[in-house]
């Protein structure tokens, strides 16, 4: 489960970077108006349209960017899928479905006379129609309640998971064409459809009786107040804190605290009442939560810190500010679900002190620096001197005790994930290939002269905007086997069955991700003196290593297979097939050591230690999987004979790809292979 919400918390990063731009907008906007007497001119407009466009739009947000990073190896699929999920189940539960599937109101101009009036129903003229109207349903499927970031997180979460679990599924021919990819946006559409209809019948309890709960906890005086910005918090992740809101904040239960201290009305109570629900957002808003954001910062690791940086900066900044904090606390609340704990304590603490003191605060879009500047002069504004006190007394508290637990139970806030964390089922780690991936960016003319990468199952494909400053011996000496320059800009540089590693760790620093080491201080692989700029040596042959044939065919020296990479040598000794079936078996007994993604290659390492690839056809990476079936996965314990793959064969061809099929010895050059 931890491991889930670490995964999940991650892939909110995504989208929660671009929040604190946009709250920065909407406030810039708010502290014009306000100096404006409260009028708003075209430049207002324009920042808080664009403030707000990504604002209110944070839950689509939160959809798209979770499918994408819970996915494993998302290729954009499951971002659609994650869209598909948002659109049905906000569709069903929007306010004109909620009516049609819940029997709470007509279309007709008269009303149905076979319905029956429930408890708390009444009927209602609305647009010259007739409506049945439920309190309680209407004020959960009220246009936005349910649009909110948990709904948000939850389709990205089912588009995921259907992606993982579909995009490699086949159906038969006369369904072929849904098969894989296409099938994800299918099945997450009817995954959708009864995750919608289960909350069609549960948020209206559940909306309701958190209204319940704040009604009761308002004539619990102080600690009421504490209790509600307790669950005021805890509620943001799954978007029901609106429900609490409208109780204090609006006239639900007759405070509408928000309402009246903008209008400088004092309500029901003494002068100063006003705004007790609101002045303890303020200094955890202004102050407490950026203290939270230097905490993780210097908690972070070195190499990490950078990324860290950026993140909590931009984050502090539209809490301070604007008082916008969901960058922020979506940054480890799912991370570290124990410190958002704490940080909901805090708040509550902060509501119940503020509301004995003699300090009284509003807002109008949230607890931040240009609210509190805007509202200071408000007629319910009550010493508001007093919340510049409380802010920094809150930085210190918020600084210290989440350094302290950061570092006594070693959670995982931005910039602490574990080195060696691993992406995906299968194992797949760049952390250890960091210095390989430093030297063959240096040896290759830096990151500006990588204008393209990608990777087959040995070797690198790049494309290079200048060549000749290509660095060869360099390459060699970081572990290539060899360069290949096909022609034009393209260069390929050959690394065996782990390139995938170094392929991601490039992108990676390229990307500026990570923080590479210093190309001259990673050691190479290689010794200087048996790098050769020139053709391969030939070795002597010291060692045979016998094999079954993988494929049924005719075998042919690899000197024949018409592609310079292994004709030369350059992958490792071996032979090739030209195969006449399409079923590709193990010829030994080892190890599944990867199987590539397109399916079109497999490396197995043998029980003596031989690492041996089995490449089916020549550049069949470009066909992306169409016409391969893997049958293992990395990890897998294999027999001489057992099936490894299926390939279509016909399909190859008619691809104008050649079907020849290198076995190749990776690790031993010196070896002489056997096709039996």
Same mark, same amino acid.
């Given at each position: ?5 670490? /995964? ?48 209110? /739009? ?68 609305? &647009? ?127 405070? /509408?605290?928000?309402?009246?201290? $903008? ?25 407490? %939560? ?72 509003g807002f109008g879009f949230s607890g931040g620096f240009v609210d509190l500047v805007l509202n200071w002069t408000n007629p319910m504004a009550e010493n508001p001197w007093i919340i510049l006190i409380m802010g920094p007394i809150w930085f210190l508290i918020y600084f210290f005790v989440f350094r302290w637990v950061i570092l006594k139970f070693q959670l995982k806030t931005p910039g602490r994930e574990d080195d060696d964390e691993v992406e995906g089922e299968d194992g797949d780690s760049s952390a250890g290939f960091v210095g390989t991936a430093a030297k063959f960016i240096d040896a290759l003319g830096g990151k500006a002269n990588i204008t393209e990468l990608d990777n087959c199952a040995t070797r690198l494909r790049m494309e290079i905007a200048d ?19 096909? &022609? ?64 049924? &065919? ?33 010829? $030994? ?16 390492? %043998? ?10 056809? %020549? ?58």
């Amino acid at each position: 489960m931890m491991k889930f919400l670490q /995964n999940l918390g991650k892939s909110i990063m995504l989208p929660v970077a671009v929040l604190p731009v946009a709250a920065i907008l909407v406030g810039i906007s708010n502290w014009i108006i306000g100096a404006n007497d409260g009028q708003a001119n075209v430049v207002t407009s324009f920042l808080q349209t664009a403030g707000l466009a990504i604002i209110a /739009n944070m839950p689509i947000l939160f959809a798209v960017g979770v499918s994408i990073g819970m996915a494993k190896k998302s290729d954009g699929t499951s971002a659609l899928a994650g869209l598909v999920s948002w659109l049905i189940i906000t569709s069903l539960l929007a306010p004109t479905s909620v009516m049609t599937l819940l029997n709470t109101g007509f279309a007709d101009s008269e009303l149905n006379p076979d319905s029956k009036l429930g408890a708390g129903q009444q009927v209602a003229e609305v &647009g010259g129609k007739l409506v049945l109207q439920s309190p309680d349903v209407n004020a959960a499927f009220a246009p936005g309640s349910f649009q909110n970031a948990f709904i948000g997180i939850l389709c990205g979460v089912i588009g995921a998971l259907c992606y993982n679990r579909f995009k490699d599924t086949k159906l038969p021919d006369a369904l072929s064409f849904f098969s894989g990819r296409r099938s994800v946006a299918i099945v997450t559409a009817g995954v959708s459809l009864i995750v919608g209809l289960i909350l069609l019948f549960v948020w209206p309890f559940v909306y309701t009786g958190l209204v319940n709960f704040g009604e009761w906890i308002v004539g619990l005086g102080a600690f009421g107040s504490g209790v509600y910005g307790f669950f005021n918090r805890l509620l943001i992740p799954f978007g029901l804190h609106h429900a609490l809101n409208s109780v204090f904040w609006f006239d639900v239960a007759g405070i /509408n605290d928000l309402s009246n201290f $903008a209008a400088g009305d004092k309500g029901e109570g003494v002068f100063g009442v006003t705004g007790q629900y609101m002045t303890g957002f303020f200094p955890i808003m202004m102050f407490g %939560l950026p203290g939270a954001a230097l905490a993780m910062y210097v908690t972070a690791k070195t190499k990490r810190k950078k990324i860290a940086y950026g993140i909590l900066l931009s984050g502090a900044v539209a809490s301070f500010f604007v008082g916008v904090t969901e960058p922020l606390e979506f940054a480890f609340m799912f991370l570290a679900p124990f410190l958002f704990l704490i940080h909901a304590v805090f708040m509550g603490i902060s509501m119940a002190i503020s509301q004995l003191l003699p300090v009284r605060m509003g807002f109008g879009f949230s607890g931040g620096f240009v609210d509190l500047v805007l509202n200071w002069t408000n007629p319910m504004a009550e010493n508001p001197w007093i919340i510049l006190i409380m802010g920094p007394i809150w930085f210190l508290i918020y600084f210290f005790v989440f350094r302290w637990v950061i570092l006594k139970f070693q959670l995982k806030t931005p910039g602490r994930e574990d080195d060696d964390e691993v992406e995906g089922e299968d194992g797949d780690s760049s952390a250890g290939f960091v210095g390989t991936a430093a030297k063959f960016i240096d040896a290759l003319g830096g990151k500006a002269n990588i204008t393209e990468l990608d990777n087959c199952a040995t070797r690198l494909r790049m494309e290079i905007a200048d060549t000749s400053v290509i660095d060869e011996p360099a390459l060699k000496r970081a572990g290539a086997a060899g360069t290949i320059k096909p &022609g034009g800009n393209s260069v390929q540089v050959i690394y065996g069955l782990n390139v995938q590693f170094v392929k991601d760790a490039m992108e990676k620093i390229m990307a500026g991700q990570i923080d590479a080491p210093d190309a001259a201080d990673v050691p190479d692989a290689v010794p200087d003196a048996t790098v050769d700029s020139g053709p391969v040596a030939t070795l002597e042959k010291t060692a045979t290593v016998t094999l079954k044939r993988p494929l049924q &065919g005719y075998a042919i020296a690899l000197s024949e297979v018409p592609d310079k990479t292994f004709s030369s040598g350059m992958m490792g000794p071996g032979a090739a097939i030209v195969p006449t079936s399409g079923e590709v078996t193990a010829p $030994a007994d080892a190890t599944v050591v990867t199987v590539f993604p397109t399916g079109h290659a497999i490396g197995l390492k %043998l029980t003596d230690g031989t690492e041996v690839l089995i490449h089916v056809g %020549l550049d069949t990476v470009k066909m992306k999987g169409d016409g391969f079936e893997p049958l293992v996965k990395a990890g897998d314990t294999v027999t001489e004979g057992q099936a490894l793959l299926n390939v279509d064969l016909a399909k190859i061809e008619a691809a104008g790809y050649p079907t020849v099929t290198p076995v190749v010895v990776m690790n031993d050059k010196s070896a002489v292979v056997e096709l039996l």
